[in-house]
């Protein structure tokens, strides 16, 4: 083994990618981000019943220092803004769980003016569970799914997010319009 090899793959990573992929997901910090019915079931997976720390798992307010972030049911575009702002400050790798049908289709809400219907058209995500709303076991299954792809590096949201940023927005433009961050951040200088 050449040393050229060695360091090619110490600078690519790929010679410890698998210790990483599998240290990542021994350790994941969920972004207490609480959108719809769903935020509801978020305590109950924590407390001694069902128990998700004991995957390593920690809710965290710090969207810097999470790197999984659980969309929890419907989204309006209001919420949607804030989403996409909080996805963004967190680091790479970082992954994408949404659970409940609102998030994949819209559900119930199918036919409102004021609820998101497909959330993947605005940012990546990595595994969706169906129901409405779906018990904490079927939050547990998907989280397994979730770390079965990271290990797998399957779990690509982030990358793709990067890839076809043009794509996610020009999607986020055409629902809000452009120019939406910047007058965001400026509507509340008026009642200061
Ligand atoms: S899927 Fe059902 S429980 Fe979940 S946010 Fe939508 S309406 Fe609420």
């Not at 090899?5 to 021994?26: G, H, N, T």
């Not at 790197?67 to 989204?75: C, K, S």
């Not at 079965?148 to 319009?177: C, H, M, P, T, V």
Request: charged residues 30%; aromatic residues 14%; glycine residues 8%.
């Amino acid at each position: 083994m050449g040393e050229d090899f060695i360091s090619y793959e110490l600078k690519e990573f790929k010679l410890f990618e698998p210790l990483f992929r599998w240290a990542r997901k021994k350790s994941l910090w969920i972004v207490a981000f609480c959108t719809g019915c769903g935020g509801i079931e978020m305590p109950p997976l924590f407390n001694a019943r069902y128990d998700l720390e004991r995957f390593g798992m920690m809710p965290n307010p710090a969207p810097r220092m999470a790197d999984l972030f659980l969309i929890t049911g419907y989204v309006t575009p209001k919420t949607l803004k804030r989403i996409i702002i909080t996805y963004e400050m967190m680091p790479d790798p970082k992954y994408i769980l949404a659970h409940g049908s609102c998030p994949i289709n819209g559900g119930v809400y199918w036919d409102s003016y004021n609820v998101v219907k497909q959330l993947d058209k605005y940012i990546p995500i990595d595994v969706a569970i169906a129901g409405c709303m779906p018990r904490p076991e079927a939050v547990m299954d998907g989280i397994q799914e979730i770390m079965r792809k990271i290990e797998s590096g399957e779990a690509d949201g982030w990358k793709r997010y990067r890839e076809n940023y043009e794509w996610y927005r020009k999607n986020q433009d055409e629902l809000f319009g452009e120019g939406w961050r910047e007058k965001d951040a400026k509507r509340w200088l008026a009642w200061l």
